[in-house]
């Protein structure tokens, strides 16, 4: 069983993206909009800056009030949309229920869309178009297979969760590859017969080592999306059991180190390329 | 085995429109615009007209030089994006080959997006939005799935074909009533095994009878998408190979009176449904 080492390449990447930000004759930002008090999200909102910090890449946290409407998230992205030094803008999510998040997403001019959340820009990937801004995290999985040079062509790929956020883009990238894929759910019936027949398994869907043994296939490569905290011990906890199927497993991602800094490091390899398309 | 009878179904449908487009206090307008000297297409289009005027839906066919430039098509469709009698219009597929189709369908104002073939009506698709205009073959699809109390909840299916005209746009209209879908391809690898576990087998590939009775599971739900005239006999022929099937299946698509009675009748329904919006 071989690791899919996330953090290095995420580091690698990033060296790159550096220098690329260096060279660029325009200064970069990347501005984030943050709505409410959840604290796992400020937390990421400011490691997503501190890191853009890193490579060269400016911009601002929009810190919205917990009882903003929508109205008023939509009239901030107007602002970012035609701001000139505004290269880049994200809406972290989850939203504040009452908040209409389609709506939000929609209002993202999607030349400046870098977490490719908005629905033009996923209608693009899946016409194959080659302007598409792909969404973050999917990206972020694609770069970690082609790293570790996992052909996808021809392959039974099953995704476990049909988030537009993360699955729904996964499966358009993987599709392109040419592999032949799956999106099971909370309603599909036999999960474990379909998942157990996949040469790649992706579980996104946040539950702490819901996928045991019985869901693999001898062989297969697990990518896990899943981010949990675990409430009594503390640890952060992926969708599999990674002690009971390490052994069967080809490849795995691990949690933490695994898609989760490649999330990151996609949101700014976007940045960077909206960027050099408007040079 | 019982027929899924489009042509029927696309009747009642299109008496139900009548009915509305008198009621509504503004004439309805379709554009259609078409491309080059493609026989078929001419008669399609042509075909989807009369059916409009039939309800009392007017609109214009623009029919464009085979050597149109795709500025040309982006000129024309800017301008009855703007034109107020234009309710709504779409751009008959396939476009001659140097022409940028994607360019072309992101041109279209979502708004008035009749086909549903807009990069941001599938986006919206796929974020389950109900504003979204639904691509018109693939809801076509699932009104005749409705028609026939056929629930697509925890079913297995298989669409073989991958276009984001049409198997897209279903893929994301299936999983919004619960399916488990798989897409297969061209480069599925084992496509006899992946159809045959399928309750409802989609196939829209356009090779006549390349479905026969080795694909299927007994007691299926066969949805024939295919479209071919047989260059020796002159019949229209289906993807699946009728009579070797129809005793397997509990429900199947003819061909001809399935699906494509189904996709005119649809782009009408959107074409009212965006005239009753826009009221």
Redesign the interface.
């Known amino acids: 069983m071989q690791i899919l080492d996330g953090k290095k390449l995420s580091q690698k990447i990033l060296a790159d993206l550096k220098k690329k930000v260096s060279n660029s004759q325009k200064e970069i930002n990347l501005d984030i909009i943050l709505v409410g008090d959840d604290q796992p999200s400020l937390k990421y909102v400011q490691l997503k800056q501190e890191t853009a910090k890193k490579i060269g890449i400016g911009g601002e946290i929009f810190h919205l009030k917990q009882n903003s409407t929508t109205e008023e998230v939509l009239s901030l992205i107007k602002k970012l949309n035609k701001k000139e030094d505004t290269t880049a803008l994200m809406v972290q999510l989850p939203l504040p229920k009452k908040i209409n998040t389609?709506k939000v997403?929609?209002a993202i001019d999607p030349q400046k869309d870098a977490d490719g959340l908005?629905?033009?820009?996923?209608?693009?990937l899946?016409?194959?178009?080659n302007?598409a801004i792909p969404a973050a995290t999917a990206l972020g999985i694609m770069n970690l297979l082609d790293e570790y040079k996992i052909n996808c062509?021809?392959k039974?790929v099953v995704i476990i969760g049909?988030s537009?956020e993360v699955s729904?883009p996964l499966f358009a990238l993987l599709?392109a590859k040419?592999a032949?894929?799956?999106?099971?759910?909370t309603?599909?019936?036999?999960l474990k017969d379909?998942s157990s027949r996949a040469d790649i398994l992706i579980s996104a869907i946040g539950q702490p080592n819901f996928i045991n043994k019985d869901f693999i296939k001898e062989g297969a490569v697990l990518i896990d999306v899943g981010f949990a905290t675990d409430s009594q011990t503390g640890q952060v906890t992926g969708d599999f059991s990674f002690d009971q199927i390490k052994d069967l497993a080809n490849y795995i991602t691990p949690v933490p180190g695994g898609v989760g800094p490649m999330t990151i490091t996609t949101l700014l390899t976007n940045t960077v390329s909206i960027a050099l398309k408007n040079n």
């Open positions: 389609n997403l929609s908005s629905p033009f820009n996923l209608g693009l899946f016409q194959k178009e302007q062509h021809g039974n049909r537009p729904l599709m040419d032949t894929v799956t999106i099971c759910h309603q599909t019936k036999n379909i």
